[in-house]
Structure formats: structure tokens, C-alpha cells
Nanobody, 113 residues
Framework: QVQLVESGGGLVQPGGSLRLSCAAS????????MAWYRQAPGKQRELVAT???????NYADSVKGRFTISRDNTKNTVYLQMNSLKPEDTADYYC???????WGQGTQVTVSS
């Protein structure tokens, strides 16, 4: 059974930082590219960042230079370091293995003063 458990969200002031984690089980983690998505209230879910099995990364233009995706294959975990947060980053954040249709419950990020 595939499980994805996101954590690390919360309330942060503009300019602050958060580190999200996603622990995966039930898959051969190290062979999959992993991605972080987000969905803001009233908006469609959007791709934020992807990390391939070999470590290569891609980012949405809106987060380039501020967010960093990484992975630890020994812990079956993918991370999203978010710096210089803006109110428009407020959303529920989800991780997902590329090519598999599994989603976790997400973790909420609110950026507000």
C-alpha cells in the first residue's frame, strides 16, 4: 500500500522559511522522480518542483531561487526548503511520485503577517 505523509507546514510571516517533508512507503522510492505540488484556495493544483531519481531538479518560475527540493533515498523522504516566503505561497502542499497516481493528505502553508 502506497502512503505519502507530508509534514512541516504552518503559519509563517512573509520573508520567513519552512521545510516540508514527505515520507513515502510502499514504493521503491529511489527509482521514482518525486514532485511537490500546491493548491491555493480557489485555484488549480500546480507543480512546484521536481527531483529526478538521479538528483536533477526543476522548479516553477514562481519559486525559482527561493525553494529547494531534495531527497534522502535512505529515508524514503523528499523535502522542500522554502525561503523568502510570500503571501502568494499560501497553499496546501502535496508530494507525489511522478508516473504514479497517489497523493498524500497534504500540509498547509500560510504566509501572513
Amino acid at each position: 500500500q502506497v502512503q505519502l505523509v507530508e509534514s512541516g507546514g504552518g503559519l509563517v510571516q512573509p520573508g520567513g522559511s519552512l521545510r516540508l517533508s514527505c515520507a513515502a512507503s510502499g514504493i521503491i522510492f529511489n527509482i521514482y522522480a518525486m514532485a511537490w505540488y500546491r493548491q491555493a484556495p480557489g485555484k488549480q493544483r500546480e507543480l512546484v518542483a521536481t527531483i529526478r531519481s538521479g538528483g536533477g531538479t526543476n522548479y516553477a518560475d514562481s519559486v525559482k531561487g527561493r525553494f529547494t527540493i531534495s531527497r534522502d533515498n535512505t529515508k524514503n523522504t523528499v523535502y522542500l526548503q522554502m525561503n523568502s516566503l510570500k503571501p502568494e505561497d499560501t497553499a496546501d502542499y502535496y508530494c507525489k511520485p511522478n508516473s504514479l497516481s497517489y497523493w498524500g493528505q497534504g500540509t498547509q502553508v500560510t504566509v501572513s503577517s
